[in-house]
């Protein structure tokens, strides 16, 4: 993590960004909050502005969350809030330069901010502002239950307020808004569109289902005449599916979708779409990743159209005669000149799209199946963005996937030479020390950094981690990120420009055998590790690539073969190493932990000597005495000897005379101890005596200890 922006003690609720990388600021809306911070290092905060809005004391959540934040034009922010659930919109001026900005509200811009910004802070939402008009997917009551898609503002004398039609059987019902976005279809102007994307309630007959949608309306859209007044006459919607096609015909549908990310490519109009999708049922729980192109989205908007008798009819193909204009086509003279705006479309085009705004064929991603999914684990993906990234073999994408407990993942696609794709789990990151949900996500290519919005904070993270992936070579070309290569020395941020002999990088393959020369001379990590008898211990061992399978292998004293550990009840293989339940005196050995690649490249990253300290070495009986008080006190005595023993295994010395040296201190008496001692030198014993147990001992202390357990339980 580069730098953090923490919340104060009631949270941030960091649900919303503006990242103007043109202007170099980053603002962030929060609880009554608006700061402008510096992208570069969130830790400088150039100034807030507080925007507090509470008329109503009862209600539960009494505060302004800010949820809408958009670039007007160059010197001015519009932005919306909660308001306590009484939405409140106003334009707020930024003066000053990149570190001494300045947030001005201008008052007498405040308005209303129904149909604009939702009342919940929670609920999900979506708004985008282009050509100075606000498009906005959110509900126009307190409840929530009225659902519309709408767009207001615009210049005057050209303000046209206009919204989705109040019909819950045929346009939208129940819906959560997810992302919208202008997209052009062709190189004509009025043909510009804007296209959202959505979740909805869906009624088959009796039913009941929660489907995916993507819609798009006409910008230049103003309504009908007679019919469909102030309402859209271009809105048309179409399914979006996410399934794993079934061995028996029946799909797994990921039916809930949870975001979007549109993917820039060198033509505007032809971006590819990213969504993230999450299971309705309460039994299978998941989470799956799907891509789609426009081409596929036009085609079927282009398609037939959908058609049911009455609401408690299913919806089938409609085969009767279409109007003409096509319905949900863009008005413009270019085409016909008697149309030049949606109000000269005939009665029979507004009656068929108020009734036929459902396209027949459904969306399907790109592949026929997503390129990534998440299942049986306890969380959901929430958020997406993606990163192309040129590497040494090819053009990659990489997604970062935000989650519903705070952590990140990284996920490159690969696409091998018979087309199929392949995704790679480069990392796992716990952004957040409390599992709080991301809320928001946004990345920025130019500076090459992620910034991850939360209730607890917002946090600014490096796209490239490379020094997580070791000291070797191998190591770095069997983490396939498209961010590393290794320069010949240490795994390093890959730079196309540069040109260097020694850079080696593998991210298709990933096969050091192929790119590294010191495979076979790499240095294993050898450990030796004490445990006792009945006890439970853990072997650990986390690979550094995540592809990795972990084989355990044991060598028993004086045989130099090794034969593969067997896992039963009481010998576990877990993500953090093996953990062996209740260790017996026949566990001893030399356990060495081996790495299989994908590739089939095998590597040993630990060699680790377990010796079983036995019941009969701890606690040795004396010899039978009459003396009752005697055998009580030996029995005291033996227990001490036990403890002593784990403590001097357990300390932080690096030889047995150290912890002899500190043990006296502790023994003497608690006023002949403060004698002559600071209190500085005493707290730093004291803090040496509470370090826990370290896997890590220096051998001397190691052979100290063997001298001593071999002929009598350790006493000091």
Same mark, same amino acid.
């Given at each position: ?8 003690? %009631? ?71 909660? $308001? ?11 003066? #000053? ?61 050209? /303000? ?44 088959? $007959? ?17 309504? $009908? ?13 179409? =399914? ?9 015909? +029946? ?21 590819? *779409?990213?969504? *993230? ?32 008798? $009455? ?40 009656? !068929? ?17 997503? +390129? ?26 990489? @997604?970062?996937?935000?989650?519903? +407990?705070?952590?990140?993942?990284? *996920? ?96 298709? %393959? ?19 590790? !004490? ?22 292998? @044991? /060598?028993?004293?004086?045989?130099? =073969?090794?034969?593969? +550990? ?10 953090? #190493? ?29 060699? *680790? ?21 005697? #055998? ?16 001097? @295994?357990?300390?932080? !010395? ?16 608690? =006023? ?15 803090? @040496? ?28």
């Amino acid at each position: 993590i580069v730098s953090l922006f923490l919340s104060p003690s %009631n949270g941030l609720h960091s649900q919303s960004l503006l990242l103007d990388e043109e202007r170099g600021r980053l603002l962030l809306g929060a609880r009554d909050h608006i700061y402008l911070l510096d992208p570069d290092n969130l830790s400088f905060q150039c100034t807030s502005y507080m925007f507090v809005f509470c008329p109503c004391l009862f209600q539960l959540e009494c505060a302004n969350f800010i949820r809408v934040l958009h670039n007007y034009n160059r010197t001015h922010v519009y932005a919306c809030g909660t $308001g306590a659930f009484h939405p409140t919109c106003a334009f707020i001026e930024i003066t #000053g330069h990149k570190k001494d900005g300045v947030l001005k509200l201008l008052s007498n811009t405040e308005e209303s901010g129904r149909l604009k910004c939702p009342f919940d802070p929670l609920q999900p939402f979506t708004s985008v502002l282009t050509d100075q008009y606000l498009y906005a997917g959110t509900s126009s009551d307190f409840l929530g239950k009225d659902t519309t898609f709408t767009r207001s503002l615009g210049p005057p004398p050209d /303000q046209h307020y206009i919204r989705t039609d109040i019909s819950e059987d045929y346009w939208i019902n129940e819906a959560r808004f997810i992302a919208a976005h202008p997209i052009a279809d062709t190189y004509n102007p009025d043909d510009d569109k804007v296209y959202f994307f959505f979740r909805e309630v869906s009624w088959e $007959g009796n039913d009941k289902s929660i489907l995916s949608r993507v819609a798009r309306v006409c910008k230049n859209d103003v309504g $009908g005449l007679r019919s469909l007044t102030n309402k859209w006459t271009t809105f048309l919607k179409a =399914r979006l599916v996410c399934s794993i096609p079934g061995p028996d015909g +029946v799909d797994t549908h990921f039916d809930q979708l949870q975001d979007v990310f549109l993917l820039p490519t060198r033509d505007d109009k032809n971006p590819i *779409v990213y969504a *993230v999708f999450t299971t309705s049922s309460s039994i299978f729980r998941g989470s799956a990743v799907c891509v789609y192109s426009m081409a596929d989205i036009r085609a079927v908007f282009n398609g037939p159209y959908a058609h049911k008798e $009455g609401p408690d009819h299913r919806w089938v193909e409609y085969e009767g005669r279409i109007p003409y204009p096509r319905p949900g086509t863009c008005p413009s003279k270019t085409y016909d000149p008697r149309i030049r705006t949606t109000k000269d479309f005939p009665d029979e085009v507004v009656r !068929f799209i108020r009734f036929h705004p459902l396209m027949y064929r459904s969306v399907y991603p790109l592949t026929g199946r997503p +390129v990534f999914t998440r299942v049986k684990v306890d969380y959901t993906l929430t958020h997406i963005v993606v990163d192309r990234v040129l590497a040494d073999d090819g053009q990659y994408e990489v @997604m970062f996937l935000g989650t519903d +407990v705070g952590s990140i993942l990284k *996920v490159v696609s690969i696409t091998q030479e018979n087309w199929s794709t392949e995704e790679v789990v480069l990392e796992e990151l716990q952004v957040f020390q409390n599992p709080s949900p991301i809320l928001s996500l946004e990345i920025s290519s130019k500076q090459q950094q992620l910034y991850v919005g939360s209730r607890e904070g917002l946090a600014q993270v490096s796209l490239s981690r490379c020094h997580l992936y070791g000291q070797a070579c191998a190591e770095c070309c069997l983490a396939r990120d498209p961010y590393c290569a290794w320069d010949g020395h240490t795994c390093a941020r890959y730079i196309p420009a540069s040109k260097r002999r020694a850079r080696r990088q593998d991210i298709k %393959n990933g096969d050091p055998a192929m790119q590294c020369w010191d495979t076979e001379d790499s240095i294993v990590e050898e450990k030796i590790l !004490f445990g006792v008898q009945s006890n439970s211990t853990l072997l650990e061992c986390i690979p550094k690539s995540q592809q990795a399978r972990i084989r355990w292998y @044991m /060598q028993r004293p004086g045989s130099e =073969r090794r034969e593969e +550990v067997r896992f039963d009840d009481r010998v576990i293989h877990t993500e953090r #190493g093996l953990l062996i339940r209740s260790l017996h005196a026949s566990d001893a050995g030399v356990y060495i932990c081996v790495a299989q690649e994908h590739t089939h490249f095998t590597h040993t990253l630990l060699r *680790v000597t377990l010796q079983v300290v036995t019941n009969g070495q701890l606690d040795r009986k004396a010899k039978p005495s009459d003396d009752s008080a005697g #055998g009580l006190h030996h029995g005291t005595e033996s227990r001490q000897r036990y403890k002593d023993y784990l403590r001097a @295994m357990s300390s932080p !010395f690096s030889s047995l005379e150290e912890y002899c040296d500190a043990l006296w201190l502790d023994k003497r008496p608690l =006023r002949v101890r403060g004698r002559g001692l600071g209190n500085g030198k005493w707290k730093h014993i004291q803090e @040496m005596k509470k370090s826990r147990n370290r896997r890590h001992h220096r051998e001397n202390a190691y052979s100290e200890l063997v001298r001593v357990s071999s002929a009598e339980p350790l006493l000091i």
